[in-house]
Nanobody, 128 residues
């Protein structure tokens, strides 16, 4: 059952920008390791980690989005953002927000199994 709620997806041309948001209607996301994953369309595609904020508050990015995506969290710790600039067709995917409230990720991880809270996803389509 999805617990987090993502928004901000849509369809843009290559080179465009989108900002995704993630909230939890029940909890403030303070103290949780927060991450964004994405799953590209096609059979056998597994979700891949895109970015996370580690326990020290530092952002981490997969190589393919470095310099283009920015993960951040607002001061009240109730919303996590993913600013996506210079989007490419390869960025087309369902984007999921994830939270680790149990500390399984050890402060930050690319493994989806380490995150126990998920949203239903928001679709991003980038056209060439």
């Amino acid at each position: 059952q999805a617990q987090l709620k993502e928004s901000g997806g849509g369809s843009v041309e290559a080179g465009g920008s989108l900002m995704l948001s993630c909230t939890d209607p029940q909890y403030i996301l303070d103290g949780f390791t927060m991450a964004w994953f994405r799953q590209a369309p096609g059979p056998g595609r597994e979700p891949e980690g895109v970015a996370y904020i580690d326990s020290e508050g530092r952002p981490n990015y997969v190589d393919s989005v470095k310099g283009r995506f920015t993960i951040s969290q607002d001061g009240d710790k109730d919303t996590v953002y993913l600013q996506m600039n210079n989007l490419k067709p390869d960025d087309t995917a369902m984007y999921y927000c994830a939270a680790d409230s149990f500390g399984l990720s050890g402060g930050g991880s690319w493994s989806k199994e380490d995150y126990n809270m998920w949203g239903q996803g928001t679709q991003v389509v980038v056209t060439s």
